[in-house]
């Protein structure tokens, strides 16, 4: 791996304020393990030339929550959550069991990551095996960081896209032996039980044993839709709430990642602080079919950590960018404002310390990984208005280089 020298504009995230410092002239140096050695205003005399003139350096960003399967229906307007999943989602998914169909999408998949300057995600791969290795493949070749994992269903889908728990299980390990750790762990195998609605007791249980057994991450959807709530209740009765059916198969703690959250109790909110799982908070996605609208500062208030997920297919577009607006509109409408700045340093920071990556991806300081990626930006913005930029007007400029431990992500 080549050491990198990068002089430039830099946003550089703060560690305790959802906010980022603004360096008009800054050198960043990393070493051949990718890691940055210093991040440091350019001296004065220094002989270094500007690395790509007109861009902004920044983290590369972090989407908490995306599903693989979907890359080819995003924005497919057929309903809300239930209805979607049936009409739009669930046809397009079986058509993973083809092996070289995965291949074909897991490429563009990456593409599409890269091109909007993610350099992190937590995948829902698809319900097939196979397919679900041809993505951890393409993360691999793509030199993308990622957790992903096989999404887990034995009801409640179509039967091509259900799996008994003893299959799905062994398959499961079968990736974790191939995936897990691969890279000095950039890629890690996470446990992925798609929502309780498509998951018996018993499926949810042994997923949760997975979990424990090789201390994995684990990610699923929580409290998204009315409806879902609904189904949940009546599929798991006898439980407190709907945390609280995840909780009982030893799926929620520190290592898991909740997505939406959209409808919780204060007493829910409670729970899920005190369990110390973090959220993916989607909000494009929830706009688009209709969830509701996520109480971020809910979460901000109990110090939840709060990454932001594109939730594509749901979501409507890769950016993060785009997201980030979303998130905005959404604290918004809630009358919780917060700045784009703010949506951005969620974007990021939020994201690495949500998948548990805190310690080598997010921050710009020495000691941590080299995963940048750099923005074309009009000339002249003062940094409000870079901020603004970034977050509301993702449709202008285009991302130039983005780095994985200071190796190119292609
Ligand atoms: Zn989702």
Redesign the pocket.
């Known amino acids: 791996m080549p050491a990198r020298t990068l002089r430039g504009r830099f946003l550089r995230p703060r560690a305790d304020q959802r906010t980022f410092d603004d360096l008009p002239d800054a050198l960043l140096i990393s070493d051949e393990t990718g890691r940055i050695v210093s991040f440091e205003p350019t001296p004065p005399g220094s002989g270094v030339p500007v690395t790509l003139p007109g861009v902004v350096w920044m983290p590369g960003f972090v989407d908490a929550?995306v599903?693989f399967p979907q890359t080819r229906v995003v924005g497919r307007s057929s309903g809300g959550l239930l209805t979607w999943l049936e009409r739009t989602v669930f046809p397009e998914e079986a058509r993973f069991d083809r092996g070289a169909y995965a291949d074909e999408v897991a490429a563009e998949f990456c593409k599409a990551l890269i091109t909007h300057g993610t350099t992190t995600a937590a995948i829902?791969g698809s319900s097939h095996p196979l397919a679900t290795s041809k993505l951890f493949a393409a993360l691999d070749r793509s030199n993308l960081r990622a957790m992903a994992g096989l999404t887990l269903m034995d009801r409640g889908a179509p039967p091509v896209l259900c799996m008994p728990a003893d299959t799905a299980l062994l398959a499961c390990e079968a990736l974790i032996e191939q995936w897990h750790g691969v890279d000095d762990g950039r890629l890690r195998f996470c446990v992925t039980p798609r929502f309780a609605v498509s998951c018996t007791p018993d499926l949810l249980r042994r997923a949760g044993a997975l979990a424990a057994r090789y201390d994995l991450p684990v990610q699923t959807?929580l409290s998204e839709t009315l409806d879902e709530i609904a189904a949940v209740a009546q599929a798991f009765p006898g439980h407190a709430s709907y945390l609280d059916v995840y909780a009982a198969f030893g799926l929620v703690g520190t290592r898991t990642v909740l997505?939406?959250c959209v409808h919780l109790s204060a007493t829910e909110w409670d729970a899920l602080a005190a369990s110390g799982a973090a959220v993916a908070h989607?909000p494009d996605?929830n706009a688009f079919l209709g969830s509701g609208v996520m109480s971020l500062a809910d979460a901000t208030a109990r110090g939840v950590r709060v990454g932001l997920?594109t939730?594509v297919g749901?979501g409507r577009s890769f950016s993060l960018r785009r997201t980030c607006a979303a998130a905005y509109d959404a604290a918004l409408s809630r009358g919780a404002r917060i700045g784009p700045d703010e949506a951005l340093w969620l974007a990021t920071v939020g994201g690495a310390r949500a998948l548990g990556l805190e310690a080598e991806v997010g921050l710009l300081e020495p000691g941590f990984a080299c995963d940048l990626a750099a923005h074309d930006v009009p000339a002249g913005l003062d940094t409000d208005a870079l901020f603004d930029h970034l977050a509301f007007r993702a449709e202008v400029g285009s991302v130039k280089n983005v780095y994985v431990r200071g190796r190119r992500a292609v």
């Open positions: 929550h599903h829902y959807h997505g939406h989607c996605s997920g939730d749901a």
